[in-house]
């Protein structure tokens, strides 16, 4: 079991000007601004569960990193958080 980022609209102040998840998410495109909610949003088949964005989201506390079922590819919201892959995981191979 891997993990994603899930962005908490009600925490995430992106049209306030902060991007910070989006610069440091090591994946191209994988944390964009919706342009319709003015707030971050992850596309979760690119996200590789670096734990990142999380870390520099920690004061506002807008991301949560959620498991994914590995046979099924869904996403546990709710479920509890697995081991955070490190980046030589994440991005080995």
Known sequence: MYNIAW???EKCIAE?????CIMYCPEADCIM???STTKAIVIEPR????DLCKVVCSTHNAITMFPVDATTGKVIKGGK???????GQ???G
């Open 47 to 50: 996200c590789k569960g670096c």
């Open 33 to 35: 601004l919706d342009e």
């Open 7 to 9: 962005v908490d609209n």
């Open 16 to 20: 306030k000007g902060c991007r910070l």
């Open 90 to 92: 994440a991005y080995a």
């Open 81 to 87: 958080e697995s081991e955070t892959a490190g980046l």
